[in-house]
């Protein structure tokens, strides 16, 4: 029986599960005694990287991907960002200069963590670690079977804030990314 900020988990239950996800039904008591059921997404961390690099007029970039997302029927523009289910072993940092590589065709000399972003504590467990990989160089994309439409683009960072403003980015993650990094003054 867990507790938490008072709630009390009374039961729970695997409802689903495969190799990506598992759904989990709890049964819990709320702090004002009430009982109520909790369906929880689990999933493993991911990593989202914001690939920064410097354009000819000494302005920041940001290299981004756009790719269909199923679940919504919609392509997006997105910083790149993955998990790797195959590997449990391996460090977020790993999986970060993983993706970057697989995803946009770069390497960094510095990836630096920046911080953690919840994919939407309301529903889901799974935390991502958010990294900055600056003094990037071209290397060959290793995309897997399920990335081959994938897209990937360097944009001025005026251009996507501008996206972001009017509604051309519109992935949560992304948009916390680049806000983080910005409050940080990162960017």
């Known amino acids: 029986m867990r507790t938490s900020g008072g709630y009390v988990t009374l039961s729970s239950r695997i409802a689903y599960q495969n190799r990506w996800l598992r759904l989990r039904e709890d049964i819990i008591r709320r702090p004002d005694g009430s009982d109520g059921l909790y369906g929880v997404v689990e999933r ?16 920041p970039t940001l ?7 199923y679940p919504i029927g919609q392509r997006l523009w997105e910083l790149p960002m993955g998990m790797w289910e195959e590997r449990p072993d391996a460090t977020p940092a790993q999986i970060a200069n993983g993706e970057l590589q697989e ?15 919840y994919q939407g504590p309301g529903f889901c467990s799974q935390k991502g670690h958010l990294f900055l990989a600056t003094d990037l160089r071209e290397v060959d994309a290793d995309r897997e079977q399920t990335e081959q439409d994938m897209v990937s ?24 990314a680049i806000g983080l990094l910005r409050l940080k003054g990162l960017l």
């Open 63 to 69: 290299t981004l991907v756009e790719q269909f997302r």
């Open 103 to 117: 995803e946009t065709g770069l390497a960094a000399a510095d990836m630096r963590h920046v911080g953690i972003l």
């Open 153 to 176: 683009r360097l944009f001025p960072l005026a251009e996507v804030e501008r996206m972001i403003r009017d509604g051309d980015i519109v992935c949560m993650t992304t948009i916390a």
């Open 44 to 59: 493993e961390d991911f990593v989202v990287v914001a690939p920064v690099g410097v354009g000819p007029d000494g302005a």
